[in-house]
């Protein structure tokens, strides 16, 4: 009997533990599916059992016969896996820096588009393609668009500084105006290249994934991995930064150290991907809110989750841009960006 108050104690803890495991299963299986649907339909539509046979064909060679035709493996392998593939590395990537954000800077609107760090990426994207040429092979875009990221997140930090603006909501007013000037100079170097190759830089003003490639893949994975697990290690001192920077501070916590390494963090990983995507705004906006709504505040639950739910989410849009202008592909952005200003618009509601 003595034992009894202790087991009515434990049975909450573990019926919370089996539902975080049970959501965890049930994102992660939606997003198993989410690429399975997203690789069979499109302008052709591919059985789902022929999406299988192709994945097992050539992770299992031997496991199952080809009994498909060579175009149909092409569409399946070589076009749309690694498509689905990069959707998903690069909605986990925002939505894990779209939270992280949030938590730093204790700003629910905070997202890497708003605060310029997508910006910043896009510019130093469009400065590789345009004027410099690729001088260091494939990873010219990916590094030149994390050091526009990192400059972009450098010159928010200084706005706030030079205008005192310590409250989050001035931090992400700094963001925005840091955006607008980032763009404009984006807007010159268009201006200024090339016509023949500005329509290159569409993908990375609009977003698309249409240039995903099993060999570039590597480069987001390689960024969204440790980057990620540095972030989802850090979730304690998250949740104090969400408590203010005093309690954060009595906690032992760096408090600007902490802010400016969560920041770079986020600029490598949105610089990243956005050299392989372009501009794809609201995805870190939308998916840590609808997180927070279902397991609250922890982030160590909100940070993994958000990445699951990114990725699913920019599978879907990606899925709806390449069917609803079939055989042509609709900018990715231009999904997210509805969807996005849409929730927008709810939030603001709901918060009022």
Known sequence: MADLPLALLARPRLWRLSRRVGLGLVAFCALMLSVM?????????????????VMLHHLAPGWVAA????????????????????????GAGLGLTGAALQSVTRNPLADPHLLGISSGGAFGAIAALLHTGLFLGVLTVPLMAFGGAL?????????AQLAGATSADR????????????????????????PKATHTVVF??????????????????????????????????????????????????????????????????????????????????????????????DNARVLPLSALFGAVFLIWADTVA???????????????????????????ARRA
């Not at 498909?68 to 959707?87: K, M, N, S, Y």
């Not at 150290?257 to 770079?264: C, D, N, Y």
């Not at 999904?335 to 618009?345: A, E, I, K, N, Y």
Request: charged share 10%.
């Open 204 to 297: 990375w003003m609009l977003g698309g994934l249409g240039l995903a490639q099993w060999s570039h893949l590597m480069f987001p994975a390689l960024v969204l991995v440790p980057a990620g697990l540095w972030l989802w290690s850090r979730a304690g001192a998250l949740n104090a930064m969400s408590l203010g920077d005093e309690t954060a501070a009595s906690l032992g916590i760096p408090v600007a150290r902490f802010r400016l390494s969560v920041f770079v963090a986020g600029a490598l990983i949105t610089g990243v991907m956005v050299a392989f995507s372009g501009i794809i705004g609201f995805v870190g906006l939308m998916m840590p809110h609808l997180v927070r709504l279902i397991v609250g505040g």
């Open 151 to 159: 400059a972009a997140t450098l010159m928010v930090l200084a706005v």
């Open 171 to 194: 931090l992400v007013l700094a963001g925005v105006a840091v955006s607008f000037i980032i763009m404009a100079g984006a807007n010159i170097l268009i201006f200024l290249g090339d």
């Open 67 to 90: 009994d498909w035709t060579a175009g149909r493996e092409a569409i399946v392998w070589d076009i749309r896996f690694p498509r689905a593939v990069l959707a998903a590395l690069v």
């Open 37 to 53: 649907v997203a690789v069979s339909v499109g302008a052709v539509s591919v059985p789902l059992g022929t999406v299988w046979g």
């Open 322 to 348: 390449r069917v609803v202008m079939a055989p042509e592909d609709m900018p990715i952005g231009i999904v997210t960006g509805l969807v996005g200003g849409v929730f927008f618009v709810w939030l603001m």
